[in-house]
């Protein structure tokens, strides 16, 4: 069965610091795909960043990057230059057909 | 706005009760998806609707019954719930089928079963 792991509950960052949350994920496929995605106190689920398991290279959205070790299954999101606006809760979430997610990493930024 | 729309956004009903989550989605996407997310927990995958097929049921009890009538659509129907199946519900969309694999989600359905 699919599982992704997020070891960190919560994290805290200062404002305009760097954070790096953590996802490790256990799957038997080779071609897969790895998101995050960030849950505001609004609730609606926002798409922050993805990647495509056979992309070597790390995908980067602006503030968010992602560090993807594929033979360690590791997925791991770096915030830098944080903002307020950056507090949520994080999910990871790994997809073949259907798409499964972590119990979540809940970020407070410091100001 | 994400362009999934679900409603109601609070509810609260007893045990003997029945009632339904509507969910729509403005996207013209070819599959839905309803999630349990319950605290400290990873979010739970319920159904799968794909071409309005249902393709996946997550061996989620009967109490929940879900409905999808066209691909905008999607209902969850809720009767003889327990106090645990109080959680938030979220609705989701994707279109399959053309390597675009991001789900796109709604602001989900605070429940709570007295």
């Known amino acids: 069965a699919q599982t992704v792991t997020q070891s960190q509950p919560e994290m805290s960052v200062q404002e305009a610091e760097t954070v790096t949350l953590s996802c490790t994920y256990d799957t038997s496929e080779s071609d897969y795909y790895l998101f995050w995605y960030k849950q505001p106190p609004s609730r609606q689920m926002i798409l922050v960043i993805r990647?495509?398991?056979?992309?070597?290279q790390n995908a980067t959205e602006n503030r968010f990057s992602v560090n993807f070790q594929k033979a360690a299954k590791s997925f791991s999101l770096k915030i830098s230059d944080s903002q307020l606006g950056d507090a949520a809760m994080y999910f990871c979430?790994?997809?073949?057909?259907?798409?499964?997610f972590g119990a979540g990493t809940r970020l407070t930024v410091k100001p | 706005e994400t362009g999934v729309t679900q409603t109601p956004r609070h509810l609260v009903m007893g045990m003997t009760n029945k009632k339904s989550l509507k969910c729509e989605q403005h996207l013209g996407h070819n599959a839905m998806y309803w999630y349990k997310q319950s605290a400290k927990k990873p979010l739970e995958l319920m159904f799968v609707y794909n071409f309005k097929e249902q393709t996946e049921n997550n061996s989620v009890p009967s109490r929940f019954s879900p409905e999808c009538p066209n691909s905008s659509h999607l209902f969850l129907h809720l009767h003889t719930l327990q106090p645990e199946d109080s959680a938030l519900y979220l609705c989701?969309?994707?279109?399959?089928?053309?390597?675009?694999?991001?789900?796109?989600f709604g602001s989900g359905t605070q429940l709570s079963v007295l």
């Open positions: 990647q495509e398991a056979y992309k070597q």
């Open positions: 989701a969309s994707s279109q399959e089928g053309r390597n675009n694999e991001k789900l796109f």
């Open positions: 979430a790994y997809k073949v057909v259907d798409m499964r």
